[in-house]
């Protein structure tokens, strides 16, 4: 069974930072594309940034550029986001999605809430 | 960048009812469009993708189609499970995703 389990949310102040990780499970972790989207309390959904099976390309909505970085480790079958410069509209569940490219996202974690308040 | 303009933003409808959810991109996304279903508090679930593409395990009362710039999801025979929030996603280029505001099928 396919399972993306997401963890490192919490409370932090403007200007903090934050790693959330993705462990992935039940399928071939290398094999994938991989997502971020978030979603702030009562919006609709935001993609946030992808990686490439091995890394090497990232994309990020401008939003995020130079203040969030994807990454993965595939011996560990895991997923990160490195989130710097957090701002209070930074405030949301966050979510890993395994992309399957031509399906697009067709299994998702459970999301970890983020909230940046002073 | 691609923007997902989703219509309309809320539906109010009866179990038995049919509803149509539109969708539409700002620039040619060939048929490289999926749907998703989320309930409160849970994660978004894949319903369609490219464009009109059942995900296994979906029930067949759920169909859509579309290409290019304009596209529609239907639900026949909308059922008490049905009632949640449906958004589109575009996934033309890797680069650049982006989603529909969303539709909130509400009970009437």
């Known amino acids: 069974e396919v399972q993306l389990v997401e963890s490192g949310g919490g409370l932090v102040q403007p200007g903090g930072s934050l790693r959330l990780s993705c462990s992935a499970s039940g399928f071939t972790f290398s094999s994938y594309w991989m997502t971020w989207v978030r979603q702030a309390p009562g919006k609709g959904l935001e993609w946030v940034a992808n990686?490439?099976?091995?890394?090497?390309?990232?994309y990020y909505v401008d939003s995020v550029k130079g203040r969030f970085t994807i990454s993965r480790d595939n011996a560990k079958n895991s997923l990160y986001l490195q989130i710097n410069s957090l701002r209070v509209e930074d405030t949301a569940v966050y979510y890993c999605?395994?992309?399957?490219?031509?399906?697009?996202?067709?299994?998702w974690g459970q999301g970890t809430l983020v909230t940046v308040s002073s | 960048d691609i923007q997902m303009t989703q219509s309309p933003s809320t539906l109010s409808a009866s179990v038995g009812d049919s509803v149509i959810i539109t969708c539409r991109a700002s620039?040619?996304?060939?048929?490289?469009l999926a749907w998703y279903q989320q309930k409160p508090g849970k994660a978004p679930k894949l319903l369609i993708y490219?464009?009109?593409s059942l995900e296994s395990g979906v029930p067949s009362r759920f169909s859509a189609s579309g290409s290019g710039t304009e596209f529609t999801l239907t639900i026949s025979s909308l059922q008490p499970d049905d009632f949640a929030t449906y958004y589109c996603q575009q996934y033309n280029s890797y680069w650049m995703y982006s989603f529909g505001q969303g539709t909130k099928v509400e009970i009437k």
């Open positions: 990686i490439k099976q091995n890394g090497r390309e990232k």
């Open positions: 999605a395994r992309d399957s490219g031509s399906t697009s996202m067709d299994r």
């Open positions: 620039q040619s996304i060939s048929s490289w």
């Open positions: 490219r464009a009109s």
